[in-house]
Nanobody, 126 residues
């Protein structure tokens, strides 16, 4: 099973930027589609962004144009560049991996991923 570790969270003012990283263990990273989700206090976990094995990207409407997901297969790492941050972006951010070889269908459903990181807190002050 792949292990995922997120880093890069923190406190930032509204309008600022952060880059989250998610490092994956093992040799199967390049064969896995990856996603980012977030969960604000008292709310359900929600989809943020997805990147397929071939680099196709998908975003939630709320972050389109502000967030960018990318991957570096040589480093077994997926990134989430977050710009123009808003107070409503405050949440714990999680990266997730789909099963080995799985297609990117249903990428917005958390249940389609079978590995999760521990999460990293992002707090945006207004």
């Amino acid at each position: 099973q792949v292990q995922l570790v997120e880093t890069g969270g923190g406190l930032v003012q509204a309008g600022g930027s952060l880059r989250l990283s998610c490092a994956a263990s093992g040799r199967t990273f390049s064969s896995r589609s990856m996603g980012w989700f977030r969960q604000a206090s008292g709310k359900e976990r929600e989809f943020v962004a997805h990147i397929s094995r071939t680099g196709n990207t998908y975003y939630a409407d709320s972050v389109t144009g502000r967030f960018t997901v990318s991957r570096d297969n040589a480093k077994n790492t997926v990134y989430l560049q977050m710009n123009s941050l808003k107070a409503e972006d405050t949440a714990v951010y999680y990266c997730a991996a789909k099963p080995l070889g799985a297609y990117s269908t249903n990428y917005h459903y958390a249940s389609s991923y079978n590995a999760w990181g521990q999460g990293t807190q992002v707090t945006v002050s207004s």
